[in-house]
T-cell receptor
Framework: NAGVTQTPKFRVLKTGQSMTLLCAQDMNHEYMYWYRQDPGMGLRLIHYSVGEGTTAKGEVPDGYNVSRLKKQNFLLGLESAAPSQTSVYFC?????????????FGPGTRLTVT | AQKITQTQPGMFVQEKEAVTLDCTYDTSDPSYGLFWYKQPSSGEMIFLIYQGSYDQQNATEGRYSLNFQKARKSANLVISASQLGDSAMYFCAMSQPGGGNKLTFGTGTQLKVEL
């Protein structure tokens, strides 16, 4: 059981380049999330989705776009990368059922923008 | 707005001793969940324990327990019998049901277990 997977694991971009991070989950979860982790700041929510075809902004959405065309996939796009977007990006998913909405995290993508 | 505060950037504990990692939270919603995650140096996020705002008893999971004091808005993690493998970053987080169950994270506590 793969859980939550992220592609790629590492990436180096030049300022102004674009890229897409792919997140896939095989747990049939309704909710999916993208976070970024910067030193000393914990994880901050970028965008999230409560179901196929829906997306919403989180705490730090500027400079990012997302799409959820299929229930199992959640894509994070950077249209014009900036050095401030150097970070570790985590995708997560959770079920909306039950009293505990534990989020399952992917292994992370380390992105460097030069 | 929700807020999670972890005031201990770093902690040291001797192997086999117990350690408490502090977490306070702020929310005006009566229904919420509190989580602790562990992040070892390898980088993955590992779920440890959960406490619901309406749970009457403190949550326990093996060597982990959550000291939930609702009136003080605190949700401290207690690790008993520390092991070298417990050395990691620990994050406290809060969710609110509805609206996607988004998590708000604290800044984390780096725990180092020493021989």
């Amino acid at each position: 059981n793969a859980g939550v997977t992220q592609t790629p694991k590492f990436r180096v971009l030049k300022t102004g380049q674009s890229m897409t991070l792919l997140c896939a989950q095989d747990m049939n979860h309704e909710y999916m999330y993208w976070y970024r982790q910067d030193p000393g700041m914990g994880l901050r929510l970028i965008h999230y989705s409560v179901g196929e075809g829906t997306t919403a902004k989180g705490e730090v959405p500027d400079g990012y776009n997302v799409s959820r065309l299929k229930k199992q996939n959640f894509l994070l796009g950077l249209e014009s990368a900036a050095p401030s977007q150097t970070s570790v990006y985590f995708c997560a998913s959770s079920s909306k059922r039950g009293p505990m909405y534990e989020q399952y995290f992917g292994p992370g993508t380390r992105l460097t923008v030069t | 707005a929700q807020k999670i505060t972890q005031t201990q950037p770093g902690m040291f504990v001797q192997e086999k001793e117990a350690v408490t990692l502090d977490c306070t939270y702020d929310t005006s919603d009566p229904s919420y969940g509190l989580f602790w995650y562990k992040q070892p140096s390898s980088g993955e996020m590992i779920f440890l324990i959960y406490q619901g705002s309406y749970d009457q008893q403190n949550a326990t999971e093996g060597r982990y327990s959550l000291n939930f004091q609702k009136a003080r808005k605190s949700a401290n993690l207690v690790i008993s019998a520390s092991q070298l493998g417990d050395s990691a970053m620990y994050f406290c987080a809060m969710s609110q049901p509805g609206g996607g169950n988004k998590l708000t994270f604290g800044t984390g506590t780096q725990l180092k277990v020493e021989l």
